[in-house]
């Protein structure tokens, strides 16, 4: 509808979860929605795909019946609603994207600005170390990889909400296997290959893809691909498979 802002609630059978969606346009004026300004405990999911964060928002609903979830695109949106009320925690989904992107730490970091009393959670697709390491610096209470269940994530936002941290396993089960043996591995392959072929081969070694390859370590592609065919052929092996298999075999 032209000129009207649109908001949608949705109600479980049993009417005590409540799902708050909305769109608004800059050009609109902020609205309120009766009943809502009153709540002293909501959580703000912050997601710019909108089938995403309904589908989150759902699930969330769905796994703990007595959580409350206001959803929007952008903190712009939500300041539009002139809530007078605090959410109890924030979780803001990046998606794909990377929390060391400048654009998108420099989100995380207005959100605890913003929200000084309140966790802020940040959700994304990957479970990387550094990313996890770079949204606590930003001042998050938690990460969330994509990779996780729901209930998993429910309990997540439960613990920040309580005034803990919530850090995902796979990234400490992955540190802890990138620190351990890092000095035998290094020592093993180290004799055969460059140092930029070393940080290649150990990528290889946990399945990565050229494109992510070469984004960590800042090269080109086609960079990337000329350290993989050296190392081929110093390890004598056909194809990627066989590069991994047999690096593995070198760092046991």
Not at 74 to 98: C, H, Y
Not at 172 to 197: H, M, Q, W, Y
């Amino acid at each position: 509808m032209h000129g009207q802002s649109i908001t949608s609630e949705k109600f479980t059978s049993d009417g005590s979860a409540r799902i708050i969606s909305v769109r608004a346009s800059d050009s609109l004026r902020p609205f309120s929605t009766a009943g809502i300004d009153e709540w002293e405990d909501y959580i703000l999911l912050i997601d710019s795909r909108a089938l995403d964060r309904e589908c989150l928002s759902k699930s969330l609903t769905e796994c703990d019946s007595a959580m409350h979830i206001v959803t929007v695109g952008s903190l712009d949106e939500w300041q539009t609603r002139n809530m007078q009320v605090l959410p109890s925690a924030v979780l803001f989904m990046i998606g794909g994207r990377k929390v060391s992107d400048t654009d998108v730490s420099a989100k995380i970091c207005a959100l605890v600005e913003r929200f000084q009393t309140s966790p802020v959670i940040v959700g994304a697709d990957g479970d990387e170390l550094a990313q996890l390491l770079h949204a606590l610096e930003c001042g998050a209470r938690g990460y969330i990889p994509t990779s996780v269940g729901i209930k998993v994530a429910a309990e997540a936002v439960a613990l920040a909400r309580a005034g803990g941290v919530f850090v995902p396993a796979s990234s400490l089960l992955a540190a802890k296997e990138a620190i351990t043996p890092v000095a035998s591995r290094n020592g093993c392959l180290d004799s055969l290959f460059t140092p930029r072929e070393v940080v290649v081969a150990e990528a290889l070694r946990r399945g990565k893809a050229n494109k992510i390859i070469a984004y960590e370590m800042d090269l080109c592609e086609s960079t990337v691909k000329v350290h993989i065919r050296n190392i081929m052929k110093k390890l004598n092996a056909t194809n990627r498979t066989e590069v991994a298999y047999k690096i593995r075999e070198l760092v046991r």
